[in-house]
């Protein structure tokens, strides 16, 4: 069955960059930015002649720590730690974030070598790394791109998931690998193979990794334009088609602007921030919510965040008055509460 609904094989150039082994890419997504990761797709295969296997890790059969203050901040955080599993421990393979875009050939960054690491990361972006409104003051290093050597990785991600219930935290897992030693992470990812909303003549990957101003979200991008020309060149070649487009309007996946965009007789007769504004109209009255599902995912995790803190309070009350010797008095207290005699 075909991965992407109504689409038709991208023609691949003739082979320069002969390859053992096809370019395994995982993508971690969930079902809102499904159609991000055909476009990251079509942009990786138009700009290589390698062989390419993109698998996206949608609803992974994955669990959840028990304790939520440890839980994924999106679907697919935990993802990436299936890798090896899904690849049968054997080989390298690529992860991906959804919402990325490929400007020069992936073989600069498939061929990276380990150098008797098992992953290859990016070390802390530069200061200069620009920042959208909302974005984090300063950015922090990244597994949003991993290389991978999987025959060396025994990873059971499950076994990793449970780790969070006491052994480490979600920081120390996700930004930091904790599960591997530090010479068992190699920091050789060029900031040109994850550029975090910047876009120069050197970019190989286009990170839109501030979720509010994402391209399919929101018009205020200020390199939404390129995602959109990848779009154009989609629809132009018969690789997506417009009623793709407007099911994710329909479900709320992406925003109505979105198709008076791309449709260049329904583009706004104005430019710069005017034109952003009457885009920003459009979604405004058909009520359109960035990324509902993933913010309703998010309240609903502060709350069990909250819940379960309240509940460690109190047993932290208990088992202070019981260390102090109190503990009998609270006792009958709390059986005469419910009318039981001592």
């Known amino acids: ?25 995982y993508v971690g997504t969930d079902r809102s930015q499904l159609l991000a990761v055909k476009v990251l797709e079509h942009s990786i295969r138009r700009h290589t002649s390698l062989d390419i296997a993109v698998t996206p890790m949608l609803d992974l059969d994955l669990p959840d720590p028990e304790d939520p203050r440890q839980g994924k901040r999106t679907g697919f955080s935990f993802a990436r730690f299936a890798i090896p599993e899904l ?72 076994a990793i998931i449970a780790g969070l219930d006491g052994r480490y935290t979600y920081e120390d897992l996700v930004y930091h690998l904790c599960i591997l030693e530090p010479s068992e992470i190699r920091y050789a990812i060029p900031f040109a193979w994850n550029s975090l909303e910047a876009f120069g003549p050197e970019t190989g990957l286009l990170h839109y990794t501030d979720m509010t101003v994402q391209p399919w979200v929101s018009p205020e991008n200020r390199n939404g334009h390129l995602w959109l020309d990848e779009v154009r060149l989609m629809l132009g070649a018969g690789a997506l088609h417009w009623g793709e487009i407007e099911e994710e309007v329909r479900l709320g996946y992406f925003r109505p602007s979105l198709l008076t965009e791309l449709r260049p007789e329904g583009e706004p007769d104005v ?23 993933v913010y309703e995912t998010k309240r609903r995790r502060t709350a069990a965040i909250e819940a379960y803190e309240k509940r460690q309070t109190g047993n932290s009350a208990f088992g202070r008055a019981l260390a102090s010797g109190r503990g009998a008095d609270l006792l009958r207290g709390m059986m005469k509460a419910i009318g039981l005699r001592a």
């Open 87 to 158: 690849a049968g421990h054997a080989g390298r393979a690529l992860y991906l974030d959804a919402d990325m875009l490929v400007f020069r050939d992936i073989a600069e960054l498939w061929s990276i070598p380990f150098d008797g690491a098992k992953v290859v990361i990016q070390d802390d972006p530069p200061d200069s790394a620009p920042r959208t409104r909302g974005a984090p003051k300063k950015r922090i290093k990244q597994t949003a791109v991993m290389l991978l050597d999987c025959s060396t990785l025994d990873w059971d991600p499950r």
């Open 271 to 293: 430019t710069g921030a005017a034109r952003v504004r009457r885009l920003l109209e459009i979604d405004k009255a058909a009520g359109f919510v960035k990324h509902a599902e």
């Open 1 to 25: 069955m075909d991965r992407y609904p109504q689409s038709r094989p991208v023609p691949e150039a003739p082979a320069l960059h002969p390859s053992p082994e096809p370019v395994r890419i």
